[in-house]
């Protein structure tokens, strides 16, 4: 790992891009359960991965549960 920036939506920290040693990959590291899908996920550009991420958290957001454990949009 050559260098990193942090992910953070909403003020909620989702992971980091990571550059790889090659200097062209980054990869993301997931650290929050609304966006492990994208763990390790490689794009080409940062913000690709960083808008995915966000508009992953924000959906599982308006997804979450409510206090009966149904989910409500």
Do not use: C
Not at 11 to 31: C, H, M, N, P, Q
Request: net charge positive; glycine share 6%.
């Amino acid at each position: 790992m050559l260098e990193s920036h942090i992910v953070e939506i909403d003020g909620t920290f989702l992971g980091a891009v990571i550059l790889e040693s090659d200097r062209k990959t980054r990869r993301f590291y997931a650290a929050h359960d609304s966006v492990r899908p994208l763990h390790n996920h490689i794009l080409a550009e940062p913000d690709d991965l960083t808008r995915q991420a966000a508009w992953r958290f924000r959906r599982a957001r308006v997804w979450s549960a409510d206090g009966d454990g149904r989910q409500v949009r």
